[in-house]
């Protein structure tokens, strides 16, 4: 179980995104789980990624300012996401 960043609500890993800062203050999406870094966790929930843009959310937890590019990112791949588990269920199994 991992505390969404944006919602403050525990959830299971395999529902939520890591999102991570490396060493060099470099923020990425981090899809495996195991890039090295200080991680934050998101829900796949389009809506809940919005909010993050516009809260600025990952801006404020790492310390950092991002790009709009960033978000979109954020966004686009949660919409990804959240496709793939309305077809084969939040494990991503059918």
């Known amino acids: 179980m991992r505390k969404d960043i944006v919602t403050g609500e525990m959830m299971p ?11 060099q ?6 899809p495996t789980g195991k890039k090295a ?5 998101i829900a796949v929930d389009v809506a809940i990624a919005k909010r993050a843009q516009a809260e600025k959310t990952f801006e404020k937890a790492f310390h950092v300012q991002l790009d709009d590019s960033f978000y979109d990112e954020l966004i686009k791949y949660t919409d990804h996401l959240q496709a793939r588990q309305e077809l084969f269920g939040k494990d991503g199994k059918q």
Do not use: F
């Open 37 to 41: 870094g200080r991680g934050a966790y």
């Open 25 to 30: 203050d470099e923020v990425s999406l981090d």
């Open 13 to 23: 890993k395999r529902q939520l995104i890591r999102v991570v800062k490396n060493k």
